[in-house]
């Protein structure tokens, strides 16, 4: 899994923004540049907004399960930490042993449709949830040490590889957090906690604009 693997345009002509809709950090864009560090300490924090994201609750081992599967063209995720691409180029994100978020590029409703015809009225939900988060993607060599400062995992490339994605906090607000690149992550908070989490990532950046001291 790629960092450019994502392809979601928020100018796209079917997206919120084209609607006129505001994303959870648009205020914050000014910010965010201007706390951009440069060369090798170098650190940048970006709002990704109107990424579609569907939830689903289903027991992959079940008949709907199977059928959501077939849905996605892809197994559906079986253990902590694993991000699966489905056959339409989503990314099936494992939350618990019976709950997933698809990460899309392309607007949800039609696939949320697709999915719950899939379910053929047995146990198991498929929502949008694609205002219930917004993503921050946070890059460059001081990422993982920005991230450090308020995440409890060990961020460490032996223990988080590209490509894994993790239920977790960082800087005290409950996110997932996803290895997109080797110097990139994805930080998906809830949309209420954009303003908190965007200022407190601006302020662990900081120290990274000032020269080292030999």
């Known amino acids: 899994m790629v960092e450019s693997a994502l392809t979601w345009s928020p100018e796209a002509p079917t997206s919120p923004a084209a609607r006129g809709a ?10 965010f540049a201007a706390a951009e560090v440069a060369g090798p300490r170098g ?18 081992a079940s008949g709907s399960g199977a059928r959501i599967a077939a849905r996605l063209a892809a197994s559906l995720p079986t253990s902590c930490g694993s991000v699966i691409e489905s056959g339409g ?4 994100v494992w939350l618990s042993p019976d709950e997933f978020l698809i990460v899309a ?14 379910l053929d009225a047995e146990p198991g939900s498929v929502s949008d949830l694609s205002a219930n988060r917004t993503t921050f993607e946070l890059a460059g060599p ?18 988080f590889q590209t490509g894994a994605a993790f239920v977790t906090n960082v800087g005290a ?16 908070p809830r949309s209420s906690f954009a303003d908190f989490l965007g200022r407190w ?13 030999p």
């Open 142 to 159: 001081s990422a993982r040490a920005v991230l450090e400062k308020g995440c409890p995992l060990d961020l460490h490339p032996r223990s």
């Open 201 to 213: 990532l601006i302020d662990a950046m900081a120290e990274f604009a000032a020269p080292e001291v």
């Open 22 to 31: 505001v994303s959870p950090a648009a205020h914050l864009a000014d910010r």
């Open 173 to 188: 607000v409950p996110v997932i957090l996803w290895k997109t690149g080797p110097e990139t992550y994805r930080v998906l």
């Open 43 to 60: 650190v940048r924090l970006r709002e990704i907004p109107f990424v579609p994201m569907i939830g689903i609750r289903v027991a992959p």
């Open 105 to 118: 590029d392309r607007p949800a409703a039609g696939l949320v449709a697709e999915l719950v015809d899939a």
């Open 89 to 92: 180029g989503e990314h099936i």
